[in-house]
T-cell receptor, first 116, second 115 residues
Framework: GAVVSQHPSRVICKSGTSVKIECRSLDFQATTMFWYRQFPKQSLMLMAT?????????EQGVEKDKFLINHASLTLSTLTVTSAHPEDSSFYIC????????????FGNGTRLTVT | KQEVTQIPAALSVPEGENLVLNCSFTDSAIYNLQWFRQDPGKGLTSLLLIQSSQREQTSGRLNASLDKSSGRSTLYIAASQPGDSATYLCAVKANNAGNNRKLIWGLGTSLAVNP
């Protein structure tokens, strides 16, 4: 089956630093990738949608200058949390879709970010 | 505005039981509906995807049904096993125009299957 690899699985950083999270589709070409944030006992909150080679589309309330998304190839998208603050601590999950709207989403295992 | 509700929020059953998880949505104009499984601290695994024109999908011990007119979907798990313990999420894809129809998520049902 389709595999999405997300790295790192856990990261602890100091306030004010930047953190990059990678999301790779290992055995398929991901035309569209999605980045989600999940708070404890909450469902997923879509942050942004990225299509390969174009700028990401951010959801309302998500700061694009704080959460930089790059989808430079059909197998890699990155999310960079810039100038991280403790309130950015959360579980970040990426997902990828290899085909059209009718295709299922495949998810990475998530990244637990803790900002101290 | 589409809203997705999952009931119950948590469920604990003994091993071997057949069980049903419920998902309801307020707007019947959906593109598709998908059931996912999430293990603690992990990402999501897609279980079943039902297109708006379909009534059900089956995979192994799992069966998902869709009734658009009543705004409901059920996930049936037969002969439950401890390994089925996880959070089950229902997500509805809106039928809005454009290339990136959004997924609307339920809060999930946390299932514990006790040996």
């Amino acid at each position: 089956g389709a595999v999405v690899s997300q790295h790192p699985s856990r990261v602890i950083c100091k306030s004010g630093t930047s953190v990059k999270i990678e999301c790779r589709s290992l055995d398929f070409q991901a035309t569209t990738m999605f980045w989600y944030r999940q708070f404890p006992k909450q469902s997923l909150m879509l942050m942004a949608t990225s299509n390969e080679g174009s700028k990401a589309t951010y959801e309302q309330g998500v700061e694009k200058d704080k959460f930089l998304i790059n989808h430079a190839s059909l197998t890699l998208s990155t999310l960079t949390v810039t100038s991280a603050h403790p309130e950015d601590s959360s579980f970040y999950i990426c997902s990828a879709r290899g085909g059209g709207q009718e295709s299922p989403l495949h998810f990475g295992n998530g990244t637990r970010l803790t900002v101290t | 505005k589409q809203e997705v509700t999952q009931i119950p929020a948590a469920l604990s059953v003994p091993e071997g039981e057949n069980l049903v998880l419920n998902c309801s949505f307020t707007d019947s104009a959906i593109y598709n509906l998908q059931w996912f499984r999430q293990d603690p601290g992990k990402g999501l695994t897609s279980l079943l995807l039902i297109q708006s024109s379909q009534r059900e999908q089956t995979s192994g011990r799992l069966n998902a049904s869709l009734d658009k007119s009543s705004g409901r979907s059920t996930l049936y798990i037969a002969a439950s096993q401890p390994g089925d313990s996880a959070t089950y999420l229902c997500a509805v894809k809106a039928n809005n125009a454009g290339n990136n129809r959004k997924l609307i998520w339920g809060l999930g049902t946390s299932l514990a299957v006790n040996p």
